[in-house]
Every structure is written in structure tokens, then in C-alpha cells.
Nanobody
């Protein structure tokens, strides 16, 4: 079982940048990794994914502003966020997905708060 710890959240002005980190307790080399976010009163939504091969995909709402990356040697995934908007305010969660012939398993971190002021 993989345990995930997010960090790097905080308060930032609109237009600013933050880098979130997600540190895993074990190897993530063969796992797909993703970032999700949940704004107050809303459902959790997907933001970005990076596959074990390094292929990245983004939600339209963050495309061009956010960059997901991974460092397998450090068992860490990052989310570089730029040109932040008040609508980006949310708790950001990291998810690790392991897959084998029996199916997929998802592991979640506890989240880190990002607040963007206007």
C-alpha cells in the first residue's frame, strides 16, 4: 500500500505560482499519478495525470497553466501551477494508481489547501 503526503499549498495572489509536491512512501515507478482538486461545495475533479511512461494529460481548466511531472528516484510527483486564478482555490489531492491483471487500485493523499486571492 502506498501512502501519499502532499505539500506546497498556501495563499497566493491571482497571477502567482505555486508548486505542489506529493511524496510517496514507496516506489511509484510503475504507477500512474494524478492531481485532483475539490473546491468548497463542489465535487472533486480531475486536474492532471502523468503515466508511468511520462505521458501527461490535463483538464481544460488548467491546460497551459499547470504542469505535472514526476521524479521516480524520489518517489515524488509535482504540480507546477502558474497564472493562478481565484477559481483554482481548492484542496488539491494526489492519487497513485497501480494496475495489474486483477485491476486497478487507487491511493489518495490527505490534500493540501491552495487559496488564490483576487
Amino acid at each position: 500500500q502506498v501512502q501519499l503526503v502532499e505539500s506546497g499549498g498556501g495563499l497566493v495572489q491571482a497571477g502567482g505560482s505555486l508548486r505542489l509536491s506529493c511524496a510517496a512512501s514507496g516506489s511509484i515507478r510503475t504507477n500512474a499519478m494524478g492531481w485532483y482538486r475539490q473546491a468548497p461545495g463542489k465535487q472533486r475533479e480531475w486536474a492532471a495525470t502523468i503515466t508511468r511512461l511520462g505521458i501527461t494529460t490535463y483538464a481544460d481548466s488548467v491546460k497551459g497553466r499547470f504542469t505535472i511531472s514526476r521524479d521516480n528516484a524520489k518517489n515524488t510527483v509535482y504540480l507546477q501551477m502558474s497564472s493562478l486564478k481565484p477559481d483554482d482555490t481548492a484542496v488539491y489531492y494526489c492519487r497513485s494508481t497501480s494496475s495489474d491483471e486483477s485491476g486497478s487500485k487507487h491511493y489518495w493523499g490527505q490534500g493540501t489547501q491552495v487559496t488564490v486571492s483576487s
